[in-house]
């Protein structure tokens, strides 16, 4: 089994800034990458931004420039840095690990719970 449990999330005012954590843990050998997806209310996951073991990142184009991902690896844990949020930032966050070959809660469809960012005056 391996867990993915999700933590930071909040109510922040537009601008503002919150550190969302994930961390890895079970029947893990090696984490080849982590992303992290958001869901708002009555639309698609999406993803959000990725990255690699090397630390190569990517991010959808809506969140460049205001979200940093960084991991730590001897920890398992994959950091999102959000700043500038805005009100369409307003979803839950929740990230996935490739362990091996499959990205773990993709092919599970497990997502658990996440965590929830509202970004709101």
């Known amino acids: ?13 537009p601008g503002g800034s919150l550190r969302l954590s994930c961390v890895a843990s079970g029947r893990i050998s090696s984490i080849n990458a982590m992303a ?3 869901q708002a209310p009555g639309k698609e996951r999406e993803l959000v931004a990725g990255i690699t073991s090397g630390a190569s990142t ?19 844990t994959v950091f999102l840095q959000m700043n500038n949020l805005k009100p369409e930032d307003t979803a839950v966050y929740y990230c996935d690990g490739r362990f091996g ?3 773990y809660r993709t092919a599970t469809n497990d ?4 965590t929830q960012v509202t970004v709101s005056s």
Not at 2 to 8: F, P, R
């Open 1 to 13: 089994q391996v867990q993915l449990v999700e933590s930071g999330g909040g109510l922040v005012q």
């Open 36 to 38: 992290w997806y958001r």
């Open 58 to 76: 990517n991010y959808v184009d809506s969140v460049k420039g205001r979200f940093t991902l960084s991991r730590d690896n001897a920890k398992n």
């Open 101 to 103: 070959n499959r990205w």
């Open 111 to 114: 997502w658990g719970q996440g």
